[in-house]
């Protein structure tokens, strides 16, 4: 069964997420290249590419594990987002901001997991 990824609000939302934190990375000092910086658009990044590659799955379980994969992805980016502000790497209006639309992510994600779930 495949599923149209596009069609998907929580999707849209997630990628972008992807843009916002590609943006506000921007300014991060260079030693943070390949540390939090990376880590952090490597796991925003990751909570899309596996809503995206949940859809293409076949079965409903294999899809369900996808969206738990990009459950904790975004989850992990809250967690990074909020080191950043305290490194002094994001503004507040940044680190809020993105600390809203994760959060918001991370249950419309929870949302679309209850309901694959509860499926026979």
Known sequence: ???DHRKLRV???AD???L???RITRGFPAEERYGLQAQLRRST???AVNI???CARRTTREYASFINVATGSAAESWYLVDVSIR???LTAKEHRGTLDR???LVAQLKALSNSLESRP
């Open 20 to 22: 916002e934190v590609y």
């Open 1 to 3: 069964m495949s599923r």
């Open 52 to 54: 995206v590659e949940g």
């Open 16 to 18: 972008e997420l992807v």
């Open 87 to 89: 490194l002094g790497f």
């Open 102 to 104: 994760l959060d918001d």
């Open 45 to 47: 990044l990751s909570a």
């Open 11 to 13: 999707f849209t939302l």
